[in-house]
């Protein structure tokens, strides 16, 4: 049986990266799973506005067996991944654009 999880968010507070990515960095070390950095500090002039740049920031994670975690961030503050913003961050579809920030995370064992 597996499991899928699919998840959304925001960051409020931009200077919390940082913490965020250190903590969950030290997470993966713990149990010996590949993690992977992004940028590390929100730009100051785009967080929480609708528009965003070309970088993502945050961290993902990789359990074994498993698709990634992404806790990464678009320079807005919204989660999403580098993925999907190659995929639908130029869009002007609207249903398209909530793809950008709608990720999933796949185990095929539990």
Not at 43 to 63: H, M, R, V
Not at 84 to 91: D, P
Request: with cysteine; net charge negative; charged share 25%.
């Amino acid at each position: 049986m597996g499991l899928c999880i699919y998840y959304s968010g925001s960051f409020r507070d931009p200077a919390l990266l940082p913490d965020m990515i250190e903590e969950l960095k030290d997470i993966s070390e713990e149990f010996k799973w590949n993690y992977h950095v992004y940028e590390t500090e929100f730009p100051p002039d785009g967080f929480g506005k609708a528009e965003y740049n070309q970088k993502t920031y945050g961290i993902s994670l990789s359990p074994p067996e498993c698709e990634p975690l992404w806790f990464s961030f678009l320079s807005n503050g919204r989660m999403s991944n580098f993925l999907h913003l190659e995929m639908w961050g130029e869009s002007e579809s609207g249903e398209e654009r909530n793809f950008l920030y709608s990720l999933v995370h796949k185990c095929p064992k539990v």
